[in-house]
């Protein structure tokens, strides 16, 4: 997630979060045979990527779905 703070600039908060689509974290259940559900979460598959952003270079947190769309320009 992008933010900009007091002095213009864009600065990055950290979570378990795309920085381009938005893809987060979902719960849901284990379920045993016996039916006996559990509390779970799936992550996303989240990697740093040097990209630019507005002409700067920054690192950003995106999933694999955005990376394989091309979404993203690479710096080299």
């Known amino acids: 997630m992008l933010v900009q703070n007091s002095n213009m600039k864009l600065r990055k908060l950290m979570a378990r979060k795309c920085d381009i689509c938005g893809k987060g974290p979902m719960v849901g259940h284990n379920v045993s045979h016996a039916h006996n559900l ?8 989240l990697k740093k990527r040097r990209v630019t952003v507005g002409g700067t270079p920054m690192r950003l947190n995106v999933c694999t779905s ?9 710096l080299s």
Not at 66 to 74: A, D, T
Request: aromatic share 6%; charged share 35%.
């Open 38 to 45: 559990t509390k779970r979460r799936w992550l996303p598959n």
């Open 66 to 74: 955005c990376i394989r769309s091309g979404v993203l320009e690479k």
